[in-house]
């Protein structure tokens, strides 16, 4: 006796869309990211802003001793091997455009998992798009370029910003 069997009709595979819970939840553990990153600050005696709107390419504005520096925040919740990758470039109509020294001063990268911050100068990151930090140490010797960054809060201080090739200016 010879079975009949259905053929399977061809599987379409639609290619997922971020749901607007999923980027929506996004945006939120951003904006987690940038008030952890006030409450740190401002108990560390800096003064901090933040923007009316969305329309700034920095997120908030410290403020120490009549010195302004625009804050680029942030944050990073899971790890893809030993690092964590931070995109420090912004995503415009599938393209990657990276920050400016004309735009920001700093980038604040959060790790969550170890309530790790990097202050780091936008002059080291211009050339990138994503980088990777490793507050647990890394295994390759060329590894770890952005941990002399990690918990900098000097670098926001009066001063510390002399070693940076470009003066900052104060936001609009």
């Not at 942030?74 to 912004?90: C, D, I, L, M, P």
């Not at 990276?98 to 790790?116: G, K, L, N």
Request: proline letters at 6%; charged letters at 25%; a positive charge.
């Amino acid at each position: 006796m010879i079975e009949k069997t259905a053929v399977p009709a061809k599987t379409h595979f639609v290619q997922r869309k971020p749901s607007p819970r999923t980027t929506c939840y996004s945006k939120r553990k951003g904006e987690m990211a940038e008030l952890i990153f006030v409450v740190k600050a401002a108990s560390m005696g800096f003064a901090v802003c933040k923007p009316y709107g969305d329309s700034e390419p920095y997120d908030l504005v410290v403020g120490e001793c009549n010195r302004l520096f625009r804050i680029q925040v942030k944050s990073v919740f899971t790890t893809k091997r030993w690092g964590y990758s931070v995109a420090v470039a912004r995503k415009r109509l599938r393209r990657h455009i990276r920050y400016t020294a004309q735009e920001i001063d700093f980038i604040a990268a959060y790790v969550v998992p170890h309530d790790a911050w990097y202050i780091v100068p936008v002059d080291e990151i211009v050339s990138h798009i994503h980088i990777r930090l490793y507050p647990e140490g890394t295994r390759k010797r060329d590894g770890g370029h952005f941990e002399k960054y990690r918990e900098a809060w000097d670098l926001l201080r009066l001063g510390a910003a002399t070693t940076l090739t470009h003066q900052p200016t104060s936001p609009r």
